[in-house]
């Protein structure tokens, strides 16, 4: 009788737990979930079945309410706010440098444009692109397009 109840509760606990990571940590549905809600279920149903009806309405009564108030205050106050992200990358390709440069302008490339790369004009380095071609590095390039974060380079001959 003894083992049954710890048997019981050690599934419901574990199977709970499962269900909470899978809320808080684990995003969408996965095995995490399905496992936690397979091991609650299977401790309710050995419940009721080596405990009796009345005590498996219990367990499942506890179990749900257990469940609820846990969820309301994991939620509620800020217990996971330690755990989520707060740091926002706020980093822009050649957002505050393209207005210097001009169509046709000439640079040295810093590394191999495969189609993407750096290059330096104006003793500044910048983040370019190529149509596809691949252009070796200490190679002389020319501004033939600027978008809006986007130079795009040919090979100047």
């Known amino acids: 009788m003894l083992l049954d109840w710890i048997t019981v509760l050690l599934l ?12 808080i940590f684990v995003p969408g549905t996965t095995l995490v979930g ?15 079945a080596a405990l009796g009806t009345t005590l498996g309405h219990i367990i499942l009564a506890g179990t749900v309410l257990v469940a609820g108030i846990a969820f309301f ?3 509620r106050s800020d217990v996971w ?20 440069l001009e169509i046709g302008e000439v640079g040295k490339t810093v590394s191999a444009l495969r ?18 071609e691949f252009v070796s ?11 809006q974060n986007k130079i795009i380079v040919e090979e100047a001959s």
Do not use: M
């Open 73 to 75: 205050y994991s939620f």
């Open 34 to 48: 399905i496992l936690g809600f397979l091991l609650a279920g299977i401790g309710i149903w050995i419940g009721y």
């Open 12 to 23: 419901i606990c574990v199977g709970l737990g499962l269900i909470i990571v899978e809320l």
């Open 137 to 147: 590095p200490n190679t002389a390039v020319r501004i033939i397009k600027l978008q």
């Open 115 to 132: 189609p993407s790369g750096t290059a330096i004009f104006k003793e500044r380095h910048h983040e370019v692109h190529t149509h596809g």
């Open 81 to 100: 706010t330690r755990f989520a992200l707060k740091d926002s990358n706020r980093g822009h390709v050649n957002e505050e440098h393209q207005h210097d």
